[in-house]
């Protein structure tokens, strides 16, 4: 019993020894390493510049990570560019930290302002609380978050009218639609996205108020064996154009479009993208599911913001809204064989009617109500 | 004498940890990063200030008790998968207490803690019945029970705890893990008291696996159900036991997040990763307490530590959770690392 106890003792002694020497390695290589203390250093140094009128600028990610080929690569797509025009590159000047998830974000937002950021963007609504936490906090540094609203004079809230291009999308749909049933089908069930649903239900009724719209929840962003089994439903009950506005659960419903038609080039089913320009996913051998998506341009918001604040007008307290008059957000028209001119010219014409405002766009299921009532 | 059975048991998990680190510095070097500056960031990311330090305890605060979830189940011969779920009932559970009720804080805050643990242990107690009475694996019964945690509590954060919101309302402070005075010593870093529960569960659970006749009986039926059943024990009753506790602690992890790191519940549209973490952290750990919490320690530095690779040595994340893979990896195929000490062992005679 003794000599068992001993052992414990040596082992623990050994085992924390090891853990010990383990670490102590790795604090070396940060000292021995002199070049891994330069790049410490130069960031420090770079901050400092900043504080002498340099301006540096970072975003931190949702989950979705900056290749997410949706807001998240958009926002950074902004960030690249506005580098680009000022001459800075990835790590001087700009950069981004990446969530691997929610518990991370306050950990990033952090880590950038320690590294001396002058603007850090939260990218999604999903960083909101962690944005606010963070900002009051750091009075100094200014922030920026991306498709939500957060209380602080050193935020800038910058939001979509999601609504109004979804309206265009829907007046597209109404167009295409030889059944007169299309579909939606959203991602999480809450009041974003319910502004692409309001939107785009209104675009459809105001065109053919006799179009029936099915609306689905897929209840996740990333569910793609979801949103073909809700596609799968729709297209068999005889809907023929879908809106989605799910992130990755889309690319089941491009999936299922492009199941049908590789059974029957013949047949009459189209895909509405969102976020960005869907084309390539929608392409099956020489022809595209896709009608057109309904495009959010985060670069141009992003850029937009990083250029006010470099210039000392950062719009800190305010809600930002762009919408179509912006050009931030818009219908793609890369998919010329499927929109034809007279959908082009339909929705030409009911752009122009809600930028100068003889269309107030619904963005909530009430408003929406109302409006289709009005009709 | 130097190699001992023991001494192998506890060697192996480090081993496989330097190995991992070492494969990991490896493949680093073979994309072309610079292996010592991505784990001089790592570490700086880890410990580089008291934020970062601070933020490192909260990591590993609830992969402790997620852990330890895992491991208990283990110990008594069944691999709960389920830990993810619990997780998630526990941290509506005790949300659901801290919003719903304005009490004084020494009745609020235990019983928003109590409420949590007895929800994981209500959602371990599920496939621990199932499995004592109708002999259903537990590992399917588990698993799907985390999807049932996940859609059921997004719709009661949804439907019931809010009016259509993606988030609760923040729970009132009376029922708070987090401190004024931890997050102004760490620069507002989010570390809370739970790590003193944490460490108190790792205390309970060798107590109660060690020290008493229940623990005995636990894992007596680990080790061989037929024979703790001719011994007298009743083995049903037993499996039912180690469920509960283990979801009990997986409840407390869920408790954890709800009460200290975020306070308040969201709706999530994927898992949380704690408690499959748990998994990992249970198997370096060998199944014991103290394994667990430095297990725990580690992989919750490699978490917060990662973090920082990308923007400080240009080295991306899933490079750690490659790391990590393998340090798993290692701990797995430890037949192998046994093997050449038993071979040292018998040249060395």
Known sequence: MFKNRWFVMLALLLSLGLVLAACGSSDEGGEDQSSGGDSGESEDSSGEEAANGDFSVAMVTDVGGVDDKSFNQSAWEGLQAFGDENGMSKGEGFDYAQSESDSDYVTNLNRLVRQDYNLIFGIGYLLQPAIEEVAGQYGDTHFAIVDSVAEGDNIASITFKEHQGSFLAGVAAAKKTQSNQVGFVGGVDGDLINKFEAGFVAGVKSVNPDIEVDVQYAESFAAADKGKLIATNMYNKGVDVIYHASGATGNGVFAQAKDIKNNDPEANVWVIGVDRDQYEEGSVGDTNVTLTSMVKRVDIAVQDVSTQSMNGEFPGGEVLEYGLADDAVSIARTNEEALTEDIISSIEEWKEKIVNGDVEVPSTREDLETYVNSL | ?349
């Open chain 2, 1 to 349: 004498m130097l190699f001992s059975n023991r001494m192998i048991n506890i060697l192996i998990p480090i081993i496989s940890v330097l190995l991992g680190l070492l494969s990991g510095a490896i493949i680093m070097f073979f994309f072309g990063y610079n292996p010592v500056e991505g784990y001089a960031a790592l570490w700086n990311g880890a410990f580089g200030d008291s934020y970062f330090f601070g933020e490192t305890i909260r990591q590993v605060t609830p992969y402790i008790l997620s852990g330890l979830a895992v491991a208990f189940a283990l110990r008594t011969g069944l691999l709960n998968i389920g830990v993810e779920g619990q997780v998630f009932v526990g941290w509506l559970a005790s949300v659901w207490v801290g919003i719903s009720f304005e009490l004084p804080m020494v009745i609020h805050l235990p019983l928003a803690v109590l409420a949590a643990a007895l929800a994981g242990a209500f959602w371990g107690f599920i496939p621990g019945i199932l499995k004592a009475k109708l002999g259903v694996h537990e590992v399917i019964v588990t698993i799907m029970m985390n999807y049932i945690a996940l859609y059921i509590s997004n719709e009661m954060v949804r439907s019931v705890l809010t009016d259509g919101a993606d988030r609760t309302p923040e729970i009132f402070p009376t029922a708070s893990l987090a401190s004024e005075w931890l997050a102004s010593m760490t620069f507002y870093s989010r570390l809370h008291y739970g790590i003193l529960i944490a460490l108190f569960m790792a205390a309970v659970m060798w107590f109660v696996l060690n020290k008493t006749t229940t623990g005995f009986e636990l894992r007596s039926v680990g080790f061989n159900q037929n024979a703790s059943k001719y011994a007298g024990m009743n083995v049903s009753k037993n499996i039912v036991l180690a469920m509960v506790i283990s979801g009990a602690f997986a409840g407390l992890a869920g408790a954890m997040e709800g009460l200290g790191t975020f306070g308040y519940m969201n709706v999530k549209s994927g898992f949380t990763n704690i408690g499959f973490d748990g998994i990992a952290v249970a198997l370096l750990g060998a199944n014991t307490a103290l394994g667990v919490v430095l297990a725990a320690f580690l992989f919750g530095t490699l978490k917060i530590g990662a973090l920082n690779m990308p923007t400080e040595a240009g080295v991306p994340t899933e490079l750690v959770e490659i790391v990590i893979a393998l340090i798993i990896f290692f701990v797995a195929s430890s037949y192998i690392i046994r093997w050449v000490f038993l071979r040292f062992k018998k040249e060395g005679k």
